[in-house]
């Protein structure tokens, strides 16, 4: 199993940048693809972007696209979410996620183990 740490998330104002982290604890973490949910209040959680076993592939929602870039470094255990030109409507808790045996997928039921989260907040 896999164990999933979320960091970064903080108040940052519209146009800013900020940096998520997600560690992982345990083994294999380059048999999972991995992927970023957010969840704003009173709405459902909503996936933002996923990036293959390898790093090869992405693919993002189109709310996001062009702004935030995920990525990640097999070798340290961690995946990252880029988020530049941040708005006010990003401001949620981010959560990463791990998905073992699949393909990139967008379906929050397709991942098997999910961090705490980590809250972003845009101000205007």
């Known amino acids: 199993q896999v164990q999933l740490v979320e960091s970064g998330g903080g108040l940052v104002q519209a146009g800013g940048s900020l940096r998520l982290?997600?560690?992982a604890s345990g083994r294999t973490f380059?048999?999972?693809?991995?992927?970023?949910?957010?969840?704003?209040?009173?709405?459902?959680?909503?996936?933002?972007?996923?990036?293959?076993?390898s790093g090869a592939s992405t693919y993002y929602a189109d709310s996001v696209r062009g702004r935030f870039?995920?990525?990640?470094?097999?070798?340290?255990?961690?995946?990252?979410?880029?988020?530049?030109?941040?708005?006010?409507?990003?401001?949620?808790?981010?959560?990463?996620?791990?998905?073992?045996?699949?393909p990139?997928?967008?379906?929050?039921s397709r991942y098997d183990y999910w961090g705490q989260g980590t809250q972003v907040t845009v101000s205007s």
């Open 21 to 23: 982290s997600c560690a």
């Open 30 to 53: 380059d048999n999972y693809v991995m992927g970023w949910f957010r969840q704003a209040p009173g709405k459902g959680r909503a996936f933002v972007t996923a990036i293959s076993k």
């Open 69 to 102: 870039t995920i990525s990640r470094d097999n070798a340290k255990n961690t995946v990252y979410l880029q988020m530049n030109s941040l708005k006010p409507e990003d401001t949620a808790v981010y959560y990463c996620a791990a998905a073992g045996g699949t």
């Open 104 to 108: 990139i997928a967008t379906i929050s």
